[in-house]
């Protein structure tokens, strides 16, 4: 480092849990910048922090990976990176490279690669705690002697380390060179022919491991080998993975009620504010029905959503995802996939997006094509509002576990659909030129880490809040116009008449147009109306139902009534009820299977490469519960319950 | 070495999907269409290994890792034990 203004780049390698991205957050604590690697949807995580002798270092988190033999799109990425090749990107200067002490074996053959690569490289000897536990006896001195690179002993989890992260901040800057040098050993594994070159790494690291990472007690039982005792077998796995997503759920239905009834107070007291103190016009209906109605409607679903992202972090973190996931794999294996699915899968629960982007890490072709298509049929957030709602309205005074058990229904539903879709596309899409098979590591269990995983939903809600007060706003606003104007001229019924106003508007208009294609699922042109809006996005569809009911409301204490109490009054024009189970049901079913989404359409075409696909997959969605929900409807009437 | 019941009955070489659970084994050879996939993740030769339990994914213990492992990659894995 020549120069303590000068910046320098480093590159953070190593596998996937090796506690990279706790070293990355430790060393760069807020300052950190989220990206694209050029040309490519692959992530790019940056932050800058600075050396004990005030030079400037940008760190560069790059995706885990196993080899620097590629495989996926994410080990080209860091490939490409460390050979400087990607575009727009410089070589790095220094290579930290994350390994786990508990099981260097596995660990040091990348360092290889990456020595090998003549890049300057520093070990972070990361778990040591872990390490100790398994009566694994370590000698970093070894290491470094052997390898000709500093090796640094970390315990990136403890966030009062200090003593780890300084001696690997110091290790960036030799008190008497100007540079780190790149390793000072031999390569004594190089070989010419490269499957002789990965035996030749292989019988290294062994013969080191033995010096330098000692096994002693090969029958100590730790906490995890007892756990997996219970989670792995057979006839226990299932029961807790079932009993897991009944808690996560009944969590989300009553833990999730005070908050959510406080922010809807809030909003309720900000519009009684606004009608209070603004004169009478359109810009205080624009404010109360539009603004504070549409925004309202979603947010009040933010503690919902925090709590799911939780109890997914929470699985993800301590470890257990991974069990799940193992789980999983008999069930999957049906439906034509494998447990490499369940992980996208589940993350698809939260959003569409990730999940999609998750599915990169599948090595089967065919596979991740397969998930790409049925992951939005898992059930995301942004349904959530729409199941909350029509729940209350299926079931009301209900206690809390039964509703859980229905929501618990519903995301079955979805996943059902999803598998046997999964099987039927199994058929129809060319299998991979390599058969692929299933390995997952399974990590030890380990204590969460509530810092990071707090921050992650900070960081989630955040965007929530942002596509609330982008996207979702300005889609309220609109609603708001077209439900408004044309406005009725004075003396017209329509003046005195607020629903006749509202059938009159261009949203009435545009409603009454879609009513026959809808009413056979059991919805008016209210209802409609609602539906084609939320395939902009799913959360506008309550929000857009808050918007129409309060323009209808005739007087105040009408407009003070709750969306809910709203829509179980609402009735046809011949005075039957609205919302009948049927209608209810209906909605969930056509929510549960229609892609209305179009952000995830893109990320669909992004990944698979072909906007014809994700066209393909958007119709077929969309047809396909659209059918579903009018089976559900008018089955339902012809047994006499709509 | 003259081959006798003994020495039969002491070395026994079999894939991994067929070890034995909760016994240490050493890995003969990787040989497959997914060796380099095994190789990544740890199976090399000359390394132990040790089967926690049977079933469509075989969950085993190699190089400090817990790995769990389709039938099919473990029919491509050989290992011997004593």
């Known amino acids: ?642 | 070495m003259a081959i006798t019941p003994t020495t039969l009955l002491s070395e026994t070489t079999h894939t991994l999907s067929k070890a034995e659970v909760g016994i240490h084994c050493m890995i003969q050879n990787v040989d497959g269409s997914s060796k380099k996939q095994l190789q990544d993740m740890g199976f090399m030769k000359g390394v132990e290994v040790k089967k926690l339990n049977c079933g469509r994914t075989i969950v085993c213990m190699v190089s400090g890792v817990k790995l769990a492992v389709n039938r099919k990659l473990a029919d491509q894995v050989i290992v011997h034990t004593h």
């Open chain 1, 1 to 642: 480092m020549q120069d303590s203004a000068q910046s320098h780049r480093v590159a953070l390698v190593g596998n996937p849990n090796v506690g990279k991205t706790t070293l990355f957050n430790a060393l760069t604590g807020s300052q950190q910048k989220v990206g694209n690697f050029s040309g490519v949807t692959v992530t790019k995580k940056s932050g800058e922090f600075r050396t004990p002798y005030g030079v400037k270092v940008e760190l560069v988190d790059l995706p885990g990976c196993y080899s620097l033999d590629p495989e996926s799109k994410d080990e080209q990425v860091t490939c490409d990176f460390l050979q400087g090749k990607v575009t727009g990107e410089a070589l790095p200067d220094a290579v930290i490279c994350v390994v786990d002490a508990s099981a260097l074996e596995r660990h040091l053959p990348l360092v290889l690669q990456v020595l090998e690569l003549k890049l300057p490289v520093i070990i972070a000897l990361n778990m040591v705690d872990v390490a100790q536990k398994a009566g694994v006896k370590l000698d970093p001195t070894l290491l470094a002697e052997e390898l000709g690179v500093d090796v640094i002993a970390i315990q990136a989890n403890q966030a009062n380390s200090s003593k780890g992260l300084l001696e690997l901040k110091q290790a960036l800057q030799f008190p008497s060179s100007s540079e780190i040098s790149p390793s000072k050993t031999t390569l004594p594994w190089l070989k010419e022919d490269a499957e002789e070159l990965r035996v030749a790494r292989g019988e290294f690291v062994q013969q080191l491991s033995k010096k330098a990472a000692r096994r002693e007690d090969q029958a100590t039982l730790l906490f995890s080998d007892k756990l997996d005792g219970v989670l792995l077998n057979p006839l226990f796995g299932w029961p807790i993975l079932v009993l897991t997503m009944l808690v996560v759920f009944y969590s989300l239905f009553t833990l999730s009620a005070y908050p959510m009834d406080w922010i809807d107070g809030v909003f309720g007291s900000i519009g009684e504010w606004v009608e209070s103190s603004m004169p009478a016009g359109d810009l205080r209906d624009l404010l109360t029905g539009g603004v504070i109605a549409g925004l309202g409607g979603t947010l009040v679903f933010l503690p919902q959503i925090m709590i799911l992202f939780f109890f997914i972090g929470l699985m993800e973190m301590s470890g257990y995802m991974s069990r799940a996931a193992y789980t999983m794999d008999h069930l999957m294996a049906r439906a034509g996939l494998s447990g490499s699915a369940f992980l996208p899968l589940l993350s698809a629960h939260a959003c569409a997006i990730p999940g999609i982007m998750g599915a990169r890490t599948i090595r089967s072709r065919r596979e991740r094509l397969i998930t790409i298509l049925i992951a939005p049929w898992m059930s995301c957030t942004a349904r959530l509002p729409v199941y909350t709602t029509m729940i209350a309205l299926l079931l009301p005074g209900v206690s809390g576990w039964a509703k859980a058990g229905i929501m618990v229904g519903i995301y079955l539903l979805g996943i059902l659909g999803a598998l046997i879709a999964a099987r039927l596309l199994k058929t129809r899409i060319a299998e991979d030129e390599k058969e692929q098979h299933f390995m997952l590591e399974l990590p030890p269990f380990r204590w969460p880490q509530f810092g990071l995983l707090f921050r992650q939903i900070a960081s989630k809600s955040v965007s929530f809040l942002k596509r609330a007060g982008t996207v979702i706003l300005g889609i309220s606003i609109l609603l708001w116009a077209l439900e408004t104007y044309p406005k009725p001229k004075e003396g017209e019924p329509a003046a005195e008449d607020s629903s006749l106003a509202l059938e009159q508007s261009y949203m009435g208009q545009l409603g009454k147009a879609i009513e026959p294609v809808v009413e056979p699922l059991g919805y008016d042109w209210r209802t409609g109306t609602a539906v084609v809006a939320s395939f902009a996005a799913r959360e506008v569809f309550i929000s857009n139902l808050a918007i129409t009911f309060a323009a209808e409301a005739d007087d105040e204490d009408e407009a003070q009534q709750t969306l809910q109490d709203k829509l179980a009054a609402a009735t046809w024009p011949d005075g039957r009820k609205l919302y009948t189970p049927m209608t209810l049901l209906s909605l969930l079913v056509f929510f549960i299977y229609a892609l209305q989404c179009f952000p995830t359409s893109v990320v669909v075409a992004r990944e698979v490469g072909s906007w014809k696909l994700a066209a393909g997959q958007f119709l077929g969605m969309g047809a396909f519960a659209y059918a579903a929900a009018l089976i559900v409807y008018q089955t339902g009437r012809m047994l006499g319950y709509a």
